[in-house]
T-cell receptor
Framework: NAGVTQTPKFQVLKTGQSMTLQCAQDMNHNSMYWYRQDPGMGLRLIYYSASEGTTDKGEVPNGYNVSRLNKREFSLRLESAAPSQTSVYFC??????????????FGSGTRLTVV | QQPVQSPQAVILREGEDAVINCSSSKALYSVHWYRQKHGEAPVFLMILLKGGEQKGHEKISASFNEKKQQSSLYLTASQLSYSGTYFCGTPHNSGNTPLVFGKGTRLSVIA
């Protein structure tokens, strides 16, 4: 099915470990986003890529890095995981360049626990 | 600036109506509405791009008052399937920037 695919779906890390969350879309969308969702906080933007070759910080970028590997793939890396990064991470994409003129399609999420 | 949603939670019986509001202290260039069921990803419902615009999606519709910097989502004759958390999202600055989401409104429809 067409859409946004995230891997892994679940992950438990120890404090200080690193990992990369993968995201791929097959809708030929230009823009891709990483959000985190915490109880009572809504969705907060970590990083985004308006188009292939560009990335920008969002509201909560500290402790994360991103790579826009190609038009399809946008990965999120935690270099040294901390308990405060325990969250559900969603990748999303849309067809407009960095904008909000079209609806976002979200992946199914990665549930990350840092102990 | 995160848009403010109200109410935070609402419980309805099947067939009842509800209104969810989304307001911002900044100018609104557009408003998105999404629904998220428990344990799932948010799903796009609709987008309103112009002040005064109204849209409908099954028995769910929305309005956008640009001057008042707010949008409202209307759910009529609610069904059990409408249960979930509803989020509004607005561009951070001009229309060509990522969405900032409200904290959500949890809607529970009971039989």
């Amino acid at each position: 099915n067409a859409g946004v695919t995230q891997t892994p779906k679940f992950q438990v890390l120890k404090t200080g470990q690193s990992m990369t969350l993968q995201c791929a879309q097959d809708m030929n969308h230009n823009s891709m986003y990483w959000y985190r969702q915490d109880p009572g906080m809504g969705l907060r933007l970590i990083y985004y890529s308006a188009s292939e070759g560009t990335t920008d910080k969002g509201e909560v970028p500290n402790g994360y890095n991103v790579s826009r590997l190609n038009k399809r793939e946008f990965s999120l890396r935690l270099e040294s995981a901390a308990p405060s990064q325990t969250s559900v991470y969603f990748c999303a994409s849309t067809s407009h360049g960095g904008g909000s003129y079209y609806g976002y399609t979200f992946g199914s999420g990665t549930r990350l626990t840092v102990v | 600036q995160q848009p403010v949603q109200s109410p935070q939670a609402v419980i309805l019986r099947e067939g009842e109506d509800a209104v969810i509001n989304c307001s911002s202290s900044k100018a609104l260039y557009s408003v998105h509405w999404y629904r998220q069921k428990h344990g799932e990803a948010p799903v796009f419902l609709m987008i309103l791009l112009k002040g005064g615009e109204q849209k409908g999606h099954e028995k769910i519709s929305a309005s956008f008052n640009e001057k008042k910097q707010q949008s409202s989502l209307y759910l009529t004759a609610s069904q059990l399937s409408y249960s979930g958390t509803y989020f509004c999202g607005t561009p951070h600055n001009s229309g060509n920037t990522p969405l900032v989401f409200g904290k959500g409104t949890r809607l529970s429809v009971i039989a």
